[in-house]
């Protein structure tokens, strides 16, 4: 009886979105990374604890460390449990990182995670986006051009 709780807990499906990134910042180039996750992580994430709004990627060598995601901790697990705020590293093929790292050099670049997923197989995958912050101008063009989406999508129906 408590696995059946426990599987009624867990999601089949993960989709956590970092709503606030297509606000604030222009996507340039977007790529899927795996995530090195510990211990109960993973329990976590299919749970749906979890804070994409502050994070970001930098690079520590010729690795990429994903900061300041908070993947909440477990609500059952023990003395074992997991540091919520912790540095993750992300896996992505070696080409995948020098054109990451070459874009991240410009002036005004970041990389930020947009999408936190379940895979097919069960693994907890990112997807980051490399991004350049928009002006206030910027931001209103956008609202402006939803607005007018929106109501042409009215008129339709």
């Known amino acids: 009886m408590a696995k059946s709780k426990e599987k009624d807990r867990l999601q089949k499906t993960v989709n956590i979105s970092n709503r606030r990134a297509s606000y604030e910042y222009q996507f340039l180039d977007k790529y899927t990374a795996g995530i090195m996750l510990r211990g109960t992580e993973i329990k976590s994430i299919r749970e749906g604890n979890v804070n994409l709004s502050d994070g970001y ?12 995601v908070t993947i909440s901790k477990y609500t059952e697990g023990t003395h074992y449990n997991h540091e919520p705020t912790r ?3 992300l896996l992505l093929n070696k080409r995948e990182l020098k054109k990451l790292k070459e874009g991240a050099q410009e002036q005004g670049v970041t990389i930020i995670p947009t999408r ?3 895979s097919d197989r069960g693994f907890a995958k990112v997807d980051i986006a490399l991004a350049k912050g928009k002006k206030l101008y910027d931001k209103r063009e956008d ?3 939803r607005d007018v989406k929106r109501e042409m999508a009215r008129d339709r129906y």
Do not use: A, S, V
């Open 57 to 68: 990627c930098t690079f520590h060598g010729n690795e990429l460390i994903l900061h300041q």
């Open 143 to 145: 609202i402006k051009e």
């Open 116 to 118: 936190l997923f379940i």
């Open 87 to 89: 540095d993750r590293k």
